[in-house]
């Protein structure tokens, strides 16, 4: 059994910071890449950022320079820290991590998993 949590949503003024955090627990033999989505009202869910096992980085070009992801891969924990918001930043943020799972018999079980989300409210 694998979960996946994300917490430090809230409420922030534009240009207001708010750090993220997702962390993955269960029997995990390891996690592979991991990333930061999110959903506006009326909207498709969209990729914001995401991170390999080895370090590398992507984002969406609409938060680049002012959104970082990391990942501490000892405590199985995702971070977006989110600088300078701006109200198209309001979103539910989702956590996405593909994690090899231990199996009974001894196997790894590689699946993608999701958290039930964070809501990020920027507004005056």
């Known amino acids: 059994q694998v979960q996946v949590v994300e917490s430090g949503g809230g409420l922030v003024q534009p240009g207001g910071s708010l750090r993220l955090s997702c962390a993955a627990s269960?029997?995990?033999?390891?996690?592979?890449?991991m990333g930061w989505y999110r959903q506006a009202p009326g909207k498709e869910r969209e990729l914001v950022a995401g991170?390999?096992?080895?370090?590398?980085?992507n984002y969406a070009d609409s938060v680049k320079g002012r959104f970082a992801i990391s990942r501490d891969n000892a405590k199985n924990t995702l971070y977006l820290q989110m600088n300078s918001l701006k109200p198209e930043d309001t979103a539910v943020y989702y956590c996405?991590?593909?994690?090899?799972?231990?199996?009974?018999?001894?196997?790894?079980?590689?699946?993608?998993?999701w958290g039930k989300g964070t809501l990020v409210t920027v507004s005056s």
């Open positions: 991170i390999v096992s080895a370090g590398s980085t």
């Open positions: 269960g029997s995990i033999f390891s996690i592979y890449a």
């Open positions: 996405n991590a593909e994690i090899g799972a231990k199996t009974n018999w001894g196997g790894i079980n590689r699946n993608s998993f």
